[in-house]
């Protein structure tokens, strides 16, 4: 899979895609700005390359980020 399908798919599996609206975020790689429609949050998930990884930060953590694919590989394995 590739690493936009992979950001793509982690976006769908865990956000409401009906409560939030997508934007490009062209500084980070693959990154995609996830904004709620119910108010002032967002994440921003992108593809970190050197982990090989979906990652995502938050809006109150901006300095930190979470690697995020265990849990679309545990979605992929028990949703099937």
């Not at 992979?6 to 700005?33: A, C, K, M, N």
Request: aromatic share 12%; proline share 4%.
């Amino acid at each position: 899979m590739e690493a936009r399908e992979r950001v793509q798919e982690w976006i769908q599996s865990t956000f409401d895609i009906e409560d939030v609206t997508l934007q490009h975020d062209d500084s980070l790689p693959y990154g995609e700005r996830v904004l709620s429609e119910s108010d002032d949050d967002y994440a921003i998930v992108f593809f970190d390359e050197s982990s090989d990884q979906v990652m995502c930060s938050f809006k109150e953590m901006k300095p930190l980020c979470f690697r995020v694919d265990p849990i679309v590989e545990f979605a992929e394995r028990y949703n099937q």
